[in-house]
């Protein structure tokens, strides 16, 4: 099963994160079979590639809980639903 989820960058103390599409058996720090976006707590800056978040979750990967939120904010699973 593939999952979105966050991976951590960034040095103590300034976390930044990347979205990445990777297995769910995979480690956070592990390999990711795709990275589709970018998010910094700090400045609330997110960074999306929205098409293929969509084509990933079509093709089953299964959003982390915060990963679901970021992209709840940013209405993609409105655009999901607009555009079965």
Same mark, same amino acid.
């Given at each position: 099963?593939?999952?979105l989820r966050l ?6 103390? %300034? ?16 390999? &990711?079979? /795709?990275? *589709? ?7 609330? %800056? +997110? %960074?999306?590639?929205?098409?293929? $978040? *969509?084509?990933? $979750?079509?093709?089953? &990967? %299964?959003? +982390? /809980? +915060? *990963? ?5 904010? &940013?209405? $993609?699973? /409105?655009?999901?639903? &607009?555009?079965?």
């Open positions: 099963m593939v999952k991976k951590r960058y960034g040095r103590k103390q %300034q976390n930044t994160y990347r979205i990445v599409a990777i297995d769910a058996q995979s480690r956070r720090e592990g390999r &990711a079979l /795709e990275e *589709v976006g970018f998010y910094n707590l700090r400045k609330d %800056q +997110t %960074q999306l590639d929205i098409l293929a $978040i *969509v084509n990933l $979750i079509r093709e089953g &990967a %299964q959003p +982390t /809980e +915060t *990963v679901y939120d970021i992209l709840r904010k &940013a209405g $993609i699973f /409105e655009r999901i639903k &607009a555009n079965p």
